[in-house]
């Protein structure tokens, strides 16, 4: 299984973003996206259901991101509106293979993506 993530970049703040995370090799998974800001730990973000039917959010982005998927590319999308300095950070896809644990928690996901830079200047 890979995951590739792409999208990342310098916006200004009140600008928007779109990350994407194509899968290869397992497909109709439960996938999540995670930050790690910088010198700080890595958080939640958003996850998704294989279907699409069900997502979830971090407190700190409900309402302002938006994760979507599109199972005929495997790819799962989080778009990011409303951006704020402190959503600067690297941006982690990951990829829950069995879909039974919650999915907020990094242990839950059993393969990760490189991670993709995002920049909000203020």
């Known amino acids: 299984v890979q995951l590739q993530a792409s999208g990342g970049g310098l916006v200004q703040a009140g600008g928007s973003l779109r990350l994407s995370c194509a899968a290869s090799g397992l497909s109709f998974s439960r996938m999540g996206w995670f930050r790690q800001p910088p010198g700080k730990e890595r958080e939640f973000v958003a996850a998704?259901?294989?279907?699409?039917?069900?997502?979830v959010y971090g407190d700190s982005v409900r309402g302002r991101f938006t994760i979507s998927r599109d199972n005929a590319k495997n790819t799962v999308y989080l778009q990011m509106n409303s951006l704020k300095p402190e959503d600067t950070a690297v941006y982690y896809c990951?990829?829950?293979?069995?879909?039974?644990?919650?999915?907020?928690?990094?242990?839950?996901?059993?393969?990760w993506g490189q991670g993709t830079l995002v920049t909000v200047s203020s």
């Open positions: 990951a990829l829950d293979s069995t879909g039974r644990f919650n999915p907020l928690r990094e242990r839950t996901y059993d393969y």
């Open positions: 998704i259901g294989w279907s699409g039917a069900s997502t």
